[in-house]
């Protein structure tokens, strides 16, 4: 399987605003902010996708919720609101094959998030 730019960015080989890491999860910006709090929350175990995930993921994939909850404080939207989104192949709109979790808050979202 080849390396996905995430992946480089979990080892650190190319820069990006990390805003958590520890040896089981890595959250920092995303390059192109859909909303003004915009922060990718991903598996440093490089899992291309939903569809790719198996039981041994259960503990990993959990664990992206209660960073995801820190970083919500952290962010300062966590009273104000948010939503979690992960995307799962060409009709979900997914471009990078390392499975993530994007945090969007600071405005309101309404009810689906529009891509351009
Ligand atoms: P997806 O569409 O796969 O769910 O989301 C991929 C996200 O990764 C997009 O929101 C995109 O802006 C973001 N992204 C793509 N390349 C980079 C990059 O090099 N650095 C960062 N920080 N985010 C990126």
């Given at each position: 399987?080849?390396?996905?730019?995430?992946?480089?960015?979990?080892?650190?080989?190319?820069?990006?605003d990390i805003l958590f890491q520890d040896d089981r999860v890595?959250?920092?910006r995303d390059i192109h902010p859909q909303a003004p709090?915009?922060?990718l929350i991903i598996p440093n175990k490089p899992i291309p996708s939903v569809n790719d995930v198996t039981p041994e993921d259960e503990a990993v994939l959990g664990y992206l919720f209660v960073v995801?909850?820190?970083l919500a404080e952290q962010e300062g939207v966590a009273e104000s609101g948010y939503r979690l989104l992960i995307n799962c192949g060409d009709d979900g709109g997914?471009?990078?094959?390392?499975?993530?979790?994007?945090?969007?808050?600071?405005?309101p979202l309404g009810r689906m998030v529009a891509r351009a």
């Amino acid at each position: 399987m080849s390396e996905t730019l995430f992946t480089k960015i979990v080892k650190r080989e190319i820069p990006a605003d990390i805003l958590f890491q520890d040896d089981r999860v890595t959250a920092f910006r995303d390059i192109h902010p859909q909303a003004p709090s915009h922060v990718l929350i991903i598996p440093n175990k490089p899992i291309p996708s939903v569809n790719d995930v198996t039981p041994e993921d259960e503990a990993v994939l959990g664990y992206l919720f209660v960073v995801a909850r820190k970083l919500a404080e952290q962010e300062g939207v966590a009273e104000s609101g948010y939503r979690l989104l992960i995307n799962c192949g060409d009709d979900g709109g997914q471009e990078v094959y390392h499975l993530h979790m994007h945090l969007l808050g600071g405005r309101p979202l309404g009810r689906m998030v529009a891509r351009a």
